[in-house]
């Protein structure tokens, strides 16, 4: 008979270590997805102030074409990216856009000074701070998710109920920075 209370105690305490393991796993990758839906707030609000940058620079600068196509394909390629990594891919991408926006900007005196033109600029540069913060926030998050599904005892756990690998948002080199221009 006491081998029986000892084994139904064992099967609760691995039962209730099982609960507390999974939903520390649920509540971690709830917390990557959360930190990834703030970014995508900002790259949304990053996409919506391109356009006005892009008007604003075109009035002045008539004969760029070839620049704002390749920041509006650039804009649209990122938005329609789906995953982590074909944002973070997406997003290279069109930084350096913004950076070749920039730089035809600094040709035209008049436009640099225009106040419409420097309200966007200081927008968008508050706008990439906060890409920036959001980016750790969620590359935190993340860490913590993975390292809680790496880790013994919680690795068994995830395996089990099939908590998978989530991707960092890795930045490539050239776009570490954010464009400087400077007037």
Same mark, same amino acid.
Request: hydrophobic residues 45%.
């Given at each position: ?15 209730? @270590?099982?609960? !507390? &393991?999974?939903?520390?796993?649920? *509540? $971690?990758?709830?917390?990557? =997805? ?55 891919? @997406?997003?290279? !991408? &069109?930084?350096?856009?913004?950076? *070749? $926006?920039?730089?035809?900007? =600094? ?77």
């Amino acid at each position: 008979m006491t081998w029986i209370v000892v084994a139904v105690a064992i099967a609760v305490l691995l039962g209730l @270590a099982l609960v !507390v &393991l999974y939903n520390k796993l649920v *509540r $971690l990758r709830n917390r990557v =997805e959360n930190a990834w839906s703030q970014v995508d707030v900002q790259l949304k609000r990053r996409y919506d102030l391109i356009p006005n940058l892009v008007e604003t620079v075109k009035g002045y600068a008539q004969h760029e074409r070839a620049t704002f196509e390749e920041v509006t394909r650039a804009r649209t390629r990122a938005q329609e990216a789906r995953t982590v990594e074909q944002q973070a891919e @997406a997003e290279n !991408v &069109l930084t350096a856009a913004i950076g *070749r $926006l920039f730089a035809v900007a =600094e040709a035209y005196p008049e436009l640099r000074a225009s106040e419409n033109f420097q309200q966007l600029q200081s927008q968008l540069e508050e706008t990439e701070d906060k890409i920036r913060v959001a980016r750790q926030v969620y590359n935190d998050a993340v860490l913590t998710y993975e390292n809680a599904r790496e880790t013994v005892p919680t690795n068994l756990v995830a395996g089990m109920f099939g908590f998978g690998e989530k991707p960092f948002f890795e930045v490539e080199e050239a776009a570490r920075e954010a464009p400087r221009v400077q007037f």
